[in-house]
């Protein structure tokens, strides 16, 4: 694809439930990124993947957040047993090569938990 | 702990005009300092960029200022457009690490 693509790109879910978000990275980025966006707030980061080990992932807010990442490419962010603070915009961005300036963000996926 | 704070929260401009945006930093070890705009729906997306050994770095319309000593660096927008109201975010980055710290963000909206 021509860009980064998160799906879904809005959910809805009840406290308690679990969600899965995805990422499609930028087809031959090696890193890929999660970050999290607070109604007013900045970015936070969450995990860092080269290829498909995590050497950062010491953003995660709680044991409740994992992710993963399949064959260098795909990335899902679970995160259980959602909480009304967990509502959100969930970002990815994955680079060529671990650069700033060969990296791109998706558009987000909005997620309420009501 | 907040390591970038940015300001203003928000920031309104007549067309023409210059927009200006100031982050400051705690963590001397950052060692690179991009922008990012972002518009809604949409992801953010690089704008500029600067390392600290730099004072200045201009491309187009769009300028930072970095003052080491101080821990402060400034996005000047200069013939500011309609086009350019946006969410704008500094940011930082600590040696061999690829994780940004965020400021938090500033609402500019440039009227016509």
């Known amino acids: 694809g021509a860009g980064v693509s998160q799906s879904p790109s809005n959910k809805v879910t009840e406290k308690g439930k679990d969600v899965e978000l995805r990422c499609d990275p930028i087809s031959g980025h090696t890193a890929l990124y999660w970050y999290r966006q607070s109604l007013g707030q900045g970015l936070e980061f969450l995990i860092y993947f080269q290829g498909n080990s995590a050497p950062d992932k010491s953003g995660l807010p709680s044991d409740r957040f994992s992710a993963e990442r399949t064959g260098g490419s795909v990335s899902t962010l679970t995160i259980q047993r959602t909480q009304q603070e967990d509502s959100a915009v969930y970002l990815c961005?994955?680079?060529?090569?671990?650069?700033?300036?060969?990296?791109?963000f998706g558009p987000g996926t909005r997620l309420l938990v009501l | 702990q907040q390591q970038v704070k940015q300001s203003p929260q928000s920031l309104i401009v007549q067309k023409g005009g210059i927009s200006i945006i100031n982050c400051a930093y705690e963590?001397?070890?950052?060692?690179?300092f991009p922008w990012y705009q972002q518009f809604p729906g949409k992801g953010p997306a690089l704008l500029i960029a600067i390392r600290p050994d730099v004072s200045e770095k201009k491309e187009g319309r769009f300028t930072i200022s970095f003052n080491k000593s101080a821990k402060q660096f400034s996005l000047h927008i200069m013939d500011s457009q309609p086009g350019d109201s946006a969410t704008y975010f500094c940011?930082?980055?600590?040696?061999?690490?690829?994780?940004?710290?965020f400021g938090e963000g500033t609402q500019l909206t440039v009227n016509p």
């Open positions: 963590n001397t070890a950052f060692d690179y």
């Open positions: 961005a994955s680079s060529l090569d671990g650069r700033i300036r060969t990296q791109y």
């Open positions: 940011a930082a980055r600590v040696p061999s690490g690829s994780r940004l710290t």
